[in-house]
């Protein structure tokens, strides 16, 4: 069976705080895609990365930056002195023949 | 390129009525999916399509029907609507030649039942 696990319900930063939101997957396949998705007050679903599971190398996008460990089975992603913008639900997401979604984590930067 | 297009984003229904969430794309994506979205939740899969005339079910099909009879249109079909179907909806696209393409999400139709 496929789960992902966000288990970080809430989070609440500072402006220019980094923070980190967490991503643990469990899947029996040895091929599968992991994603990350921003979801902004307005509703929407923003695609911000995807990892498939041959390629650990951790990637760094501007202010954004992904870590991915096949031993812990995670996917972490980290944004980098935060900014109000940044106030989202974040999901994290596992895809091997369809896409499951974990509950999202929900960050809220402070000015 | 429109990319996913939701109608409508916003419906009432009383209990018992029926009602279709129309989804269209316009990528020629061949892969198509329905999401529902409970507040506080992530996405839980309905039914999803991969090509015109073939649809399957996701974790959570009952109380819907869908069908794909064309490339661009994946609608869903409430038939008797229940409380427990107020969410927001979501449709979904991709090319899924291989497992290594994200999707490209629809705007939401917002669905409180009363």
């Known amino acids: 069976a496929q789960k992902v696990t966000q288990a970080q319900t809430e989070i609440s930063v500072v402006e220019k705080e980094d923070v980190t939101l967490d991503c643990v997957y469990e899947t029996r396949d040895t091929t599968y895609y992991l994603f990350w998705y921003k979801q902004p007050p307005s509703g929407e679903l923003v695609f911000l990365i995807r990892?498939?599971?041959?390629?650990?190398q951790n990637e760094i996008s501007g202010r954004y930056s992904w870590n991915f460990q096949k031993s812990t089975s995670s996917f972490n992603f980290t944004i980098t002195a935060s900014q109000v913008v940044d106030s989202a639900v974040y999901f994290c997401a596992l895809k091997n023949n369809d896409m499951r979604f974990g509950a999202g984590t929900r960050l809220t930067v402070k000015p | 390129n429109a990319g996913v297009t939701q109608t409508p984003k916003f419906r009432i229904l009383k209990i018992g009525q029926s009602m279709t969430l129309q989804c269209a794309q316009d990528m020629n994506h061949n892969y198509m999916y329905w999401y529902r979205q409970d507040p506080g939740m992530g996405l839980k899969l309905i039914y999803y399509?991969?090509?015109?005339?073939?649809?399957d079910k996701g974790e959570v099909p009952n109380g819907y029907n869908v069908s794909r009879s064309t490339t661009e249109d994946f609608p869903l079909r409430l038939e008797l609507a229940a409380p427990s179907q107020t969410s927001v909806y979501f449709c979904?696209?991709?090319?899924?030649?291989?497992?290594?393409?994200?999707?490209?999400f629809g705007s939401g139709t917002r669905l409180t039942v009363v």
């Open positions: 990892r498939n599971s041959f390629d650990e």
């Open positions: 399509s991969v090509g015109a005339g073939i649809t």
């Open positions: 979904a696209s991709s090319y899924q030649a291989d497992n290594n393409y994200g999707y490209t």
